[in-house]
């Protein structure tokens, strides 16, 4: 089955705040994260990714948090903008395999 | 540089019919991956391909389901017999190396109606 969970399906923020949105895995043996957003319609497009040997990683108004004691990984927007508004998922990777396992997903909206 | 493209975007066919999805990958990527994805759920891996090789189908359903990835031309991925639970978005990723490492770059998704 799939190891791959998000904490909350729903996530609303007033524009302009912080964003966090949460993934629970369950595999010790994943070596590599993605986060990817999907609008309405459209195919996932990458965010950023983190290798299990980091704990943090930053992008452009986006970090991604790696906590392995828990198996927890979060992704963290700086200054929300409606254009945010998407559903995020979280997916790993088997160290070894060679395929992404995705989580449910968590659907981002932005109140203005 | 174009990215990941697939076609149709939107398919319709009656029950036992075949539908057929194609996915061109990336210029330079050698390597591609299909998914499934169901109305308000994550994305299921199907395949893993690379060129005139099935490297994984793991989450490929053993009957009516096949794909390819030939020397020449696109990825397809062919459905016989279709049924209404096969209705869902059918999602192309490729990379330029495997999965360790290198991101995924998703196509736009052929969305699969069964009638």
């Known amino acids: 089955g799939e190891s791959v969970g998000l904490h909350l399906p729903t996530l609303s923020v007033q524009e302009g705040d912080n964003s966090i949105i949460n993934c629970a895995y369950s595999?010790?043996?994943?070596?590599?994260f993605i986060w990817y957003k999907q609008e309405s319609g459209k195919g996932p497009q990458f965010i950023i990714d983190i290798r299990s040997n980091m704990d943090k990683r930053q992008g452009q108004r986006v970090t991604v948090l790696l906590n392995k004691t828990v198996k927890h990984l979060s992704l963290q927007i700086a200054a929300t903008q409606p254009g945010d508004s998407a559903v995020y998922f979280c997916?790993?990777?088997?160290?070894?395999?060679?395929?992404?396992?995705f989580g449910q997903g968590t659907r981002l909206t932005i109140n203005p | 540089n174009a990215g990941v493209m697939q076609n149709p975007r939107h398919l319709v066919r009656r029950r036992g019919q075949e539908a057929r999805l194609r996915c061109s990958p990336m210029k330079g990527h050698s390597h591609v991956y299909w998914y499934r994805q169901l109305p308000e759920e994550g994305l299921k891996f199907m395949v893993y391909?690379?060129?005139?090789?099935?490297?994984?189908e793991s989450g490929m359903p053993k009957e009516r389901f096949s794909a390819e990835f030939p020397k020449e031309g696109p990825s397809i991925l062919r459905i016989q017999q279709v049924v209404r639970g096969d209705s869902a978005a059918y999602f192309c990723?490729?990379?330029?190396?495997?999965?360790?490492?290198?991101?995924?770059?998703f196509g736009p998704g052929t969305r699969l109606t069964v009638t």
């Open positions: 997916a790993e990777h088997l160290q070894g395999a060679q395929k992404l396992v």
């Open positions: 391909l690379q060129k005139e090789n099935i490297i994984d």
């Open positions: 595999n010790s043996a994943s070596d590599y």
């Open positions: 990723a490729s990379s330029p190396s495997g999965v360790g490492g290198y991101e995924q770059y």
